[in-house]
């Protein structure tokens, strides 16, 4: 059969009807545990009552009035998280490439209105993801994801990521940003060290720059904390978040300080329908869950946890796992095998897990994954090991079939 969907994605023959927390209903009859939580977006697991609550309640109120008016949802759910963050002011998007845009949109601003218009290049890093739209992969910078779409969006400097002199020596007087995911997501969980997120900050404040974090992937209590800027000592300027924060309603913010804030005035930007008020309730039903007295501590031992398992996980089947990346519950697995072949051995064991650049499987569990949903996860990863291993045996053998 023909789909009429558009093919731009390879989907798996898999669709699912129900989840519940941690657990995905198939229509195949199967149940699946959930580690890929919808790219980090389901934080809190599925039919969280607490979201559906909030969702219904709303939904039979008032869905969407426009920014033409005030929205109290928003202004509460932005105070919030102002109240928890280095921000004083927060755009609400309906994605995290929205976000991003807002981001990038906001830091060319702040040199227009400060008397520099020329300063509008942004210096991103090797492995970004930024998302799709003609902005942001020019910021991503990734060619499978710029082939094909006409010249790139101009004002885009890419470097290595971790060459401090290469990064020195791509500041020039138009530079107006640099942007940066401090966990880069889509290339492999690869951890920016925070010594170099140091010097990004310390390079910005010496050359007036401003420095952008991406935490659409890593926001949201991911890591442990409600942010991840949180665990490096590092605060940036501006902060896009999406994914984790609508728990599964789409929607994307913009953080930053009111100076960095400054330049986008009444008028410069805007959206038809970020912040309406079905999904800032739900926002905020996310934010009361997550900013609950020990969520995030729970979070943190919850991805330690997963940490040891998964390097037990790799010690007892060194011929598939090669590393373990992470922090939190934004772990990694680098394997020896091809990835999709990992993620389809883990799939016949009914554990949903996501692939990533380098060869490497995403494990992004719902943050109210228990400490027995983690043990689970684990023997099927297990199971998932010793089928591959079976495999490699068999095919190694003298005779076996080409
Ligand atoms: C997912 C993601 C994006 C893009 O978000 P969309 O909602 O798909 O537009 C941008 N940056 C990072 C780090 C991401 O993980």
């Known amino acids: 059969m023909t789909s009429p969907l558009l093919q731009n994605y390879a989907r798996a023959e898999l669709s699912f009807e129900k989840g519940e927390g941690p657990w995905l209903f198939g229509r195949d009859g199967e149940r699946y545990l959930d580690f890929g939580a919808g790219i980090a977006v389901n934080a809190l697991g599925h039919a969280h009552p607490h979201l559906v609550q909030a969702l219904t309640e709303q939904a039979s109120k008032i869905w969407h009035t426009s920014n033409l008016v005030q929205i109290p949802e928003g202004e509460r759910l932005a105070q919030r998280l102002v109240d928890n963050t280095f921000a004083d002011v927060v755009f609400f998007s309906n994605s995290g490439a929205e976000a991003n845009e807002a981001a990038m949109k906001m830091a060319r601003r702040y040199h227009y209105v400060n008397g520099n218009p020329e300063r509008f290049r942004i210096i991103t890093f090797e492995g970004a993801f930024h998302g799709r739209t003609l902005g942001t992969i020019a910021a991503g910078g990734q060619a499978k994801y710029l082939e094909g779409f006409g010249p790139k969006a101009?004002?885009?400097?890419?470097?290595?990521?971790?060459?401090?002199?290469?990064?020195?020596?791509?500041?020039?007087?138009?530079?107006?940003?640099?942007?940066?995911?401090?966990?880069?997501?889509?290339?492999?969980?690869?951890?920016?060290?925070?010594?170099?997120?140091?010097?990004?900050?310390?390079?910005?404040?010496?050359?007036?720059?401003?420095?952008?974090?991406?935490?659409?992937?890593?926001?949201?209590?991911?890591?442990?904390?409600?942010?991840?800027?949180?665990?490096?000592?590092?605060t940036p300027d501006i902060m896009s978040v999406a994914k984790g924060i609508g728990g599964g309603f789409p929607m994307g913010a913009c953080l930053a300080t009111a100076e960095a804030a400054k330049g986008l005035t009444a008028g410069t930007h805007g959206t038809t329908f970020g912040g309406n008020p079905l999904a800032m309730a739900v926002g905020n039903a996310v934010l009361d869950v997550i900013l609950e007295p020990g969520f995030l501590k729970e979070v943190e031992r919850k991805g330690l946890l997963l940490k040891q398992r998964l390097a037990e996980l790799k010690d007892r089947h060194p011929g598939v796992i090669a590393e373990v990346r992470g922090q939190g519950l934004m772990m990694g697995l680098r394997t020896v095998v091809p990835n999709t072949e990992f993620i389809a051995a883990a799939r016949a064991q009914k554990i949903f897990v996501i692939g990533a650049g380098d060869n490497v499987v995403r494990l992004l569990p719902p943050l109210i994954v228990s400490d027995g949903d983690i043990a689970e996860a684990f023997n099927r990863l297990d199971a998932a090991c010793a089928a591959m291993e079976t495999e490699l045996k068999t095919a190694a053998q003298p005779g076996a079939a080409q």
């Open 154 to 234: 101009e004002g885009f400097d890419q470097v290595p990521f971790d060459d401090l002199e290469a990064l020195k020596a791509a500041i020039v007087p138009e530079t107006a940003a640099l942007m940066i995911e401090p966990i880069q997501g889509e290339s492999g969980i690869r951890q920016i060290p925070v010594a170099f997120l140091r010097e990004l900050r310390a390079l910005c404040d010496r050359h007036g720059l401003l420095l952008i974090f991406d935490e659409i992937q890593t926001g949201v209590g991911r890591t442990g904390k409600l942010f991840a800027y949180e665990l490096t000592g590092v």
